[in-house]
């Protein structure tokens, strides 16, 4: 098993393009999570998603659309980029019933210039 | 809502040395505690985790942390640290069941072992 993969692993996007950031798991895992990663800050949840075409906001949502169309699949958009989208984003996964602990994926390194 | 509070975002230490890195939660309610850690240019992985029973619970490369209901803590310890032990923790709080539950995390602590 793969586990939770995401694509890409590094972008550079000038100031106004957009983007979508590609999670996939292959653990039949129900619930799936955005977070972004920033120096001194933890993790932060953008969105998540607890099941096939639903999604919900999280603590930091602004700027960030989802989609969940496929079980395996959660897709993280950004339509307009800012400079303080520069960030490390992880995708993770688990299951619907506990014991809770999420299973990450490998991350994606944003820069916006 | 639910916080957790790392109180040293950095920590040195020698190699064989013991470790301690501090955690506190504030919740009312029955949680679920976890720990990760995060290597270099690398995703979090699952540490250690707390659900219920036992307090004291172990990770397989010698971590272990108490979780200690009255003062709302998840210290992680190890007694001799490792070259290869460094790298972030964060620990985590899961409250609520279902749909509503999701992880909080706390800002990280970085473990740097040197000799």
């Known amino acids: ?113 | 809502a639910q916080s957790v509070t790392q109180l040293d975002s950095q920590v040195p230490v020698f190699e064989e040395a013991p470790v301690e890195l501090r955690c506190n939660y504030s919740s009312s309610v029955s949680v679920y505690l976890f720990w990760y850690v995060q290597y270099p240019n690398q995703g979090l992985q699952l540490l250690l985790k707390y659900l219920s029973g036992s307090t004291l619970v172990e990770s397989i490369n010698g971590f272990e942390a108490e979780f200690n209901k009255s003062q709302t803590s998840f210290h992680l310890r190890k007694p001799s640290v490792h070259i290869s032990d460094t790298a972030e923790y964060f620990c985590a709080v899961n409250v609520g069941a279902g749909t509503a539950s999701k992880l909080t995390f706390g800002t990280g602590t970085r473990l740097q072992v040197t000799l």
């Not at chain 1, 999280?58 to 989208?85: I, T």
């Open chain 1, 1 to 113: 098993n793969a586990g939770v993969t995401q694509t890409p692993k590094f972008r550079v996007l000038k100031t106004g393009q957009s983007m979508t950031l590609l999670c996939a798991q292959d653990m039949n895992h129900e619930y799936m999570y955005w977070y972004r990663q920033d120096p001194g800050m933890g993790l932060r949840l953008i969105h998540y998603s607890v099941g096939e075409g639903t999604t919900a906001k999280g603590e930091v949502p602004d700027g960030y659309n989802v989609s969940r169309l496929k079980k395996q699949n959660f897709l993280l958009g950004l339509e307009s980029a800012a400079p303080s989208q520069t960030s490390v984003y992880f995708c993770a996964s688990r299951y619907r019933q506990g014991p809770y602990e999420q299973y990450f994926g490998p991350g994606t390194r944003l820069t916006v210039t």
